[in-house]
């Protein structure tokens, strides 16, 4: 079973996805958190597998909630899915940057939503890669790419300089939002050999997930943002 911790502050969207969630059979609700603290309390008391998290709750904002599960050593096992709207689409890449495994539009279909949390759930990070990458590269793009710097409470810049010239190609495909099979067939390896070199490249550039690589090789200027 997928034990999903739903976080929003709208008692009324909490109760739409708990019901959407348990008519899975592979998924239960396993608690609900009005706010950001609330939710962090909870996945270290549920043990949860995926929080669905807003961005905008009272207090402790999601963005928080995210960077402070994702920091917790006894909360290795959780993954955040970010749920956003238009209008906090500029929450995205700080989301990301926080260590969510991807995010999700609150006007998805229902399917999409589920599948979603199958998806991380299963350890990949890239929900729509596509999407994905393009909606970071805009981001990026209109924050002059700028990374939060240690003392602001963001990561050490990327060294890419630790990165083989394999790892550099595969980081590239990476961010053009490509699954391990595709990146395979594109550079004639198999798909084995593009996981230990994904992994490897997340150990050297200290990235929890795919998501933070896809932000990596932007903010490095490995791959460039496309004009809008």
């Keep these: ?25 592979d ?24 929080v669905l998290m807003d961005i905008r709750m009272p207090g402790t904002d999601g963005l928080a909630a995210t960077r402070e599960i994702t920091a917790a050593e006894d909360l290795t096992h959780v993954a955040v899915l970010v749920l956003t709207t238009f209008e906090a689409d500029e929450y995205v ?38 999407a994905t990458k393009s909606l970071i590269a805009q981001f990026l793009a209109q924050s002059g ?12 810049a990327p060294d890419l300089d630790a990165l083989t010239a394999r790892e550099r190609e595969v980081l590239v495909e990476v961010a053009m939002g490509l699954p391990n099979d595709e990146i395979a067939e594109r550079l004639g390896v198999s798909p084995l050999t593009v996981k230990t070199h994904v992994n490897r490249t997340m150990a ?25």
């Design 145 to 156: 790419g700028r990374r939060p710097l240690p003392s602001e409470g963001g990561p050490a």
């Design 204 to 228: 050297k550039l200290g990235a929890r997930d795919r998501a933070q690589l896809v932000v990596a090789a932007y903010e490095s200027g490995l791959v460039r943002a496309a004009p809008r």
């Design 93 to 130: 890449a700080q989301a990301i940057r926080a260590g969510a495994a991807g995010f999700l539009g609150k006007g998805a279909e229902p399917d999409e939503l589920l599948a979603a949390i199958r998806t991380i759930a299963a350890g990949d990070a890239l929900l729509s890669p596509s």
């Design 1 to 25: 079973m997928i034990r999903v911790l739903l976080a929003d502050d709208q008692a009324l969207l909490r109760g739409a996805f708990r019901v959407l969630v348990e008519s899975e059979p």
């Design 27 to 50: 998924m239960e609700v396993v608690g609900e958190a009005s706010d950001g603290a609330e939710a962090v309390a909870l996945a270290r008391g549920t043990r949860a597998d995926v």
